[in-house]
């Protein structure tokens, strides 16, 4: 199971931090990805984790303004998410071995 948290309501400018607990099972035998849906739209893949060598990759809409990490001790991977603009605004997921988190909506508006 996953659990994600840390959406909210945010400025443009601002920043958030995405948490994507498991449970269950060890993140770190696993690939990881953060994905979003904004309104309207098809789930876009935004940064992942490879496995096992634990590159990291973006997209370009985020690259540069997020970071992805994992704190193996705590099971959790974070989407650290800075200088927000509106186009950011979606739901996200995270996934891993195949199982989807709920998903946590992020809003940048003024």
């Known amino acids: 199971q996953l659990v994600e948290s840390g959406g909210g309501l945010v400025e443009p400018g601002g920043s958030l931090r995405l948490s994507c607990a498991a449970s269950g099972f060890t993140l770190d035998n696993y690939a990881i990805g953060w994905f979003r849906q904004a309104p309207g739209k098809g789930r876009e893949e935004i940064s992942c984790?490879?496995?096992?060598?634990?590159?990291?990759k973006y997209a370009d809409s985020v690259n540069g303004r997020f970071t992805i990490s994992r704190d193996n001790s705590k099971n959790t991977v974070y989407l650290q998410m800075d200088s927000l603009i509106p186009e950011d605004t979606a739901v996200y997921y995270c996934?891993?071995?195949?199982?989807w988190g709920q998903g946590t909506q992020v809003t940048v508006s003024s």
């Open positions: 984790i490879n496995y096992p060598d634990s590159t990291t």
């Open positions: 996934i891993v071995g195949g199982v």
